[in-house]
């Protein structure tokens, strides 16, 4: 397997969802063509949704899934372009929140489907939407997944934005059709990984393997294909030696690495993530460490 360093896994990262622990930010993002604006260069959108998933419904029923005034609905971010793909009415878009007010709805009955939603903001200005059509969900659920590529969803929406620039207020009301609706990538610790396929969510991405947080390795501190770095297979050897330990005191002139500490080595070699040098390396330090005494000195 080849090596993956933690600063090329990072770039390959395009958009991330924020997580902690009250949140989980899930992003939407919806494309298309404008067929109407008041701004005549505008020809193509770019909206993201920021939703809050630990948020559950006011209302749900069997047609209607509603969240209403209760942070569900993030913020909003809107893009408008024109025809080259430059940006037309504001230089970096426009970007919704809430505090106000904020409202979203999703619909589906046997005849369409579709999704309503409004931010307020007095400082900010505000923004409603309206998406129709019937090939909008793939999933009709509290936290739904929607067709990629739809083909009969339109767009109806009325914006009220302050340019922060000259100070004055824009306002439109552009339509047009719906070309694509789909997830941002979740990567919560920024490794490259999208959550659903990286075993460590949390990664440690120090640049180097260093024990306690100060005895350096000289090993840098890769990724295996799994999404965890060495450092977070030495965290799990912690954890589990934490969970095992005995109780009361423990009498030894020398506590050194545990079984699953001094096995992380052999394991990442044997899968390719480090060479035989480095995972002498990593013993050598790992023996040095603890006869230490694990406190720098």
Not at 25 to 41: K, L, M
Not at 63 to 73: E, V
Not at 202 to 220: C, H, I, K, P, R
Request: with cysteine; aromatic share 12%.
């Amino acid at each position: 397997m080849k090596k993956m360093n933690y600063a090329l896994a990072c770039g390959a990262l395009l958009l991330s969802a924020s997580v902690t622990a009250q949140t989980v930010t899930r992003e939407v993002e919806i494309t298309g063509d404008i067929n109407y604006s008041y701004y005549p260069a505008s020809a193509t959108y770019r909206l993201v949704l920021e939703l809050d998933e630990s948020v559950s419904p006011s209302y749900q029923s069997p047609t209607s899934i509603d969240y209403n005034q209760n942070g569900y609905l993030v913020a909003a971010s809107l893009n408008i372009y024109d025809a080259l793909g430059e940006e037309a009415v504001i230089v970096g878009g426009f970007r919704f929140t809430g505090e106000s007010y904020n409202h979203l709805n999703y619909y589906q009955d046997a005849s369409s489907e579709s999704i309503s939603f409004s931010l307020y903001n007095g400082v900010q200005g505000d923004i409603g939407v309206y998406i129709q059509g019937t090939e909008l969900f793939e999933l009709f659920a509290a936290q739904p997944t929607f067709t990629s590529s739809p083909e009969t969803l339109s767009f109806y929406m009325h914006y009220v934005a302050l340019d922060q620039l000259s100070q004055n207020w824009i306002h439109d009301d552009p339509s047009g059709n719906v070309l694509s609706i789909g997830n941002l990538i979740t990567d919560s610790d920024g490794d490259g990984l999208a959550d659903d396929v990286d075993a460590c969510t949390s990664s440690n991405l120090d640049e180097t393997v260093a024990f306690g947080g100060w005895y350096e390795t000289g090993v840098t501190n890769y990724m295996d294909e799994s999404g965890c770095s060495i450092m977070d297979h030495y965290a799990a050897c912690e954890a589990e030696s934490e969970s095992t330990a005995p109780a009361g005191p423990v009498f030894s002139s020398f506590a050194g690495p545990s079984y699953c500490e001094t096995s992380v080595g052999y394991s990442l070699q044997g899968e390719g993530v480090i060479d035989y040098t480095e995972s002498r390396m990593l013993r050598n330090a790992l023996y040095n460490y603890h006869r230490s005494g694990s406190q720098p000195r």
